[in-house]
C-alpha cells in the first residue's frame, strides 16, 4: 500500500523559509514523477514543482525562490520554500505519478496517482 507523508508546513513571516518533506511508503520516488500541489482556500489545486531523472519543473510565481531535491536513500522529497510571500499561503499536497517522467503537463494533478494528505503553510505580511 503505497502512503505519503507529507510535512514541514508552519507560519512564518514574509521573507522567511520552509522545508516540506514526503516520506513515501510503499512507493519508490526515485525512479518515478514527484511533485508538490498548493491549494489556497477559494482557489483550484495548482501545481508548485516536480523532479523526474529527467527534469525539475517548476511554476512560474515560485521560479527562483523554490526548489525541489530527493534523498533516494530516505525515498523522501523535499521542498525548500525561500523568500516567501504572503501569496504562497496554501495547503501543500506531495504528488506520486506511475511514471517516470512528469513532463510538460507536470502540473496536471489528474496525472498523479498517489496524494500526501497535506500541510499548512501560511506566510503573515
Known amino acids: 500500500q503505497v502512503q505519503l507523508v507529507d510535512s514541514g508546513g508552519g507560519s512564518v513571516q514574509a521573507g522567511g523559509s520552509l522545508r516540506l518533506s514526503c516520506a513515501s511508503s510503499?512507493?519508490?520516488?526515485?525512479?518515478?514523477?514527484m511533485a508538490w500541489f498548493r491549494q489556497a482556500p477559494g482557489k483550484e489545486r495548482e501545481g508548485v514543482a516536480s523532479?523526474?531523472?529527467?527534469?525539475?519543473y517548476y511554476a512560474t510565481s515560485v521560479k527562483g525562490r523554490f526548489t525541489i531535491s530527493r534523498d533516494n536513500a530516505k525515498n523522501t522529497v523535499y521542498l525548500e520554500m525561500n523568500s516567501l510571500k504572503p501569496e504562497d499561503t496554501a495547503m501543500y499536497y506531495c504528488a506520486a505519478a506511475l511514471l517516470v517522467s512528469c513532463g510538460s503537463a507536470w502540473y496536471y494533478a489528474p496525472n498523479y496517482n498517489y496524494w500526501g494528505q497535506g500541510t499548512q503553510v501560511t506566510v503573515s505580511s
Open positions: 523532479i523526474s531523472t529527467a527534469a525539475s
Open positions: 510503499g512507493y519508490t520516488t526515485s525512479s518515478a514523477c
